[in-house]
């Protein structure tokens, strides 16, 4: 099953999507569960499920991505994850990298994507983002997929020239990770780390891989956070990027205004979007 959060005639909903297009689990289910990451708290995907045979209420044109949760109390990411990456940044620390990013710097399926004025060096990075379904803490690696509603694309935009020693400057410009289109739940993805991940800029192929290169791999990343932050429903792990980034490229190759940046993972989804130069900051009014 995919689950989608998007806007329709300028209201919040989400759904089930489909091939003919999209089943509106908002307005059959959201005074209950207002919004997907409700739906995830409650445990009710299997509510979902009940409207999968459902006639399709919207085409997929007709709706606006949101990300696919739009508010998470967390969003965690992992640095130097994949072993080409690694590489490229000569990195030998065995621990995981981790950094944090806010709900603010997120944007859906085919949104813009923000390109910083500060920045010159925009790069890429495409990821698979696991989404929490059941919260907990020192949650065991053996236990730790149970934990996982589902997975989704991530483009984790990095204004490279703002990050230094420590990652969140280079992270958290707004609009600069793209999430979606949708979630694809657990039961779809036996194996997380079976999966090929591509990105392209410009229909160029600019990282091919497979979730099976993770240094950490899913459920050890899970037993890991778990250790030192609780988990909630929602609560979304972005788990590395491939090598091929435009920084380590001989030229460097970054993003800039009117790129289509894209990142496929299979069985889950295709994300696009288009990078946009950010506005000019109006000057203080005295």
Sequence with gaps: MKLASFMYQGQRSYGMVTRQGVIDLGRRLGGRYPDLKALLAADAISMAAR???DPCDLTLGEVDFLPVIEHPEKILCVGMNYAEKRKEFDQHNPAPTLFVRFADSQTGHNCPVVKPRCSSEFDYEGELAVIIGLGGENIS????????????CYMDGSARDWQHSWFTAGKNWPSTGAFGPWMTTRDEIPDPHRLAIRTWLNGRMVQEDNTASMIHKVAELIEYISTFTRLSPGDVIITGS???VGKKRNPPLFMKAGDRIEVEIEQIG???NLIVEAPARAAAIH
């Design 141 to 152: 690696r053996e236990q730790a997929l149970a934990h996982v509603a589902g997975y989704s």
């Design 51 to 53: 409207f999968s045979n």
């Design 270 to 272: 295709h994300l696009s």
């Design 242 to 244: 491939p090598g091929g």
